[in-house]
C-alpha cells in the first residue's frame, strides 16, 4: 500500500530553522513529483513547495522563496523541506503529496497525501 510519511515538524522560534522529511513508501515515488503543502488554523490549503519528477525542478509559493529549500533522494525515495528564517505565520500543518502529473500535484490534487506534521514557529 502506497504510503507518504512526514516527519520533523515541532516547535520554534521565529528565525529558526527545521527540516521536515516525507518518507514514501509502497512503491517508487522517484519519478513522481512531490509537494508540500500547509494548512494554518481557518485558512484553506496552500502550495508551499514543489519539485518534478525527472529533472528535479523545483517550484516555490512566493511566501516562501529565499527561504525555503525542497530537495529530494530518489535512492530514499524521500523529499525533504529546508525551512529557514521561519515566520509566526509559517505556522501550520505541513502536508506532503505525490501524483505521476506535475500540474495535478501543484494543483494540490494529487492522488497520494500524507497525514501531515504540525509546525509552530513563535514570535
Known amino acids: 500500500q502506497e504510503q507518504l510519511v512526514e516527519s520533523g515538524g515541532g516547535l520554534v522560534q521565529a528565525g529558526g530553522s527545521l527540516r521536515l522529511s516525507c518518507a514514501a513508501s509502497?512503491?517508487?515515488?522517484?519519478?513522481?513529483?512531490m509537494a508540500w503543502f500547509r494548512q494554518a488554523p481557518g485558512k484553506e490549503r496552500e502550495f508551499v513547495a514543489a519539485?518534478?519528477?525527472?529533472?528535479?525542478?523545483?517550484f516555490y509559493a512566493d511566501s516562501v522563496k529565499g527561504r525555503f529549500t525542497i530537495s529530494r533522494d530518489k535512492a530514499e525515495n524521500t523529499v525533504y523541506l529546508q525551512m529557514n528564517s521561519l515566520k509566526p505565520e509559517d505556522t501550520a500543518v505541513y502536508y506532503c503529496s505525490a501524483d505521476r502529473s506535475l500540474a495535478t500535484t501543484l494543483e494540490g490534487r494529487g492522488d497520494y497525501w500524507g497525514q501531515g506534521t504540525q509546525v509552530t514557529v513563535s514570535s
Open positions: 519539485v518534478s519528477g525527472t529533472t528535479s525542478n523545483t
Open positions: 509502497g512503491r517508487t515515488f522517484s519519478n513522481y513529483p
